[in-house]
């Protein structure tokens, strides 16, 4: 069974802050990894995908993955209210994507 | 909203009725998909197509019956469901099945009574 675990939140920060998402996945066979948000009744939304080792940055946000330690995280900069959704980790190796729970990110102003 | 549309958004219906949920992609992708959203539930996928064939489905109940016609329209057609299938029904495309990103409809919000 491929699992992607995350941490369920809710993880609160101060606006202007750094937040920081963690994901853990257990198939060491997976290659693409992404992050996408969700706010409350809406859809998930694609922010970041990562494939190799090392920092991904684009923006405020920054995707880190290593594969030794199956472990990828999101860090967002310059937290902002809007910021305030579920983030959604989404793991995958020859197979369709297996998301985790996700976590709620609070961003109080 | 994206290259991916839902129809209807809400849909209430009894255990007895029959529905149908649309999606449509317009991004040209070979794969579509359905997923269930409940509360405090990870996505749970349900079926997967490739180039209109199915290609994965992760034992869900006969009672949900997808349709693929071509690779832009995919079907979830509805019928005597429980109270517990009462989720969000999101639809989505990739370029391919496997390990690529995946765009994603509005979704549609079902509740049954």
């Known amino acids: 069974q491929k699992e992607v675990e995350q941490n369920s939140g809710p993880l609160s920060v101060p606006e202007g802050a750094i937040a920081s998402l963690n994901c853990t996945y257990s198939d060491r066979g997976s290659q693409s990894f992404f992050w996408y948000r969700q706010y409350s009744g809406k859809s998930p939304e694609l922010i970041m995908s990562?494939?190799?080792?090392g920092d991904k940055e684009d923006g405020r946000f920054t995707a880190q993955l290593n594969k030794a330690s199956q472990y990828v995280s999101l860090l967002i900069r310059d937290s902002q209210p809007s910021d305030s959704a579920t983030y959604l980790c989404?793991?995958?190796?020859?197979?369709?994507?297996?998301f985790g729970k996700g976590t709620r990110l609070s961003v109080i102003a | 909203e994206t290259g991916v549309t839902q129809t209807p958004r809400h849909l209430v219906m009894g255990m007895t009725n029959k529905k149908s949920l649309k999606c449509e992609q317009h991004l040209g992708h070979n794969a579509m998909y359905w997923y269930k959203q409940s509360a405090k539930k990870p996505l749970e996928l349900m079926f997967v197509?490739?180039?209109?064939?199915?290609?994965e489905n992760n034992s869900v109940p006969s009672r949900f019956s997808p349709e693929c016609p071509n690779s832009s329209h995919l079907f979830l057609h509805l019928h005597t469901l429980q109270p517990e299938d009462s989720a969000l029904y999101l639809c989505a495309s990739s370029q391919s099945p496997g390990p690529n990103e995946q765009f994603f409809g509005p979704g549609t919000r079902l509740t049954v009574l």
């Open positions: 990562i494939y190799s080792n």
């Open positions: 989404a793991v995958s190796g020859n197979t369709p994507l297996v």
């Open positions: 197509y490739s180039l209109e064939e199915r290609v």
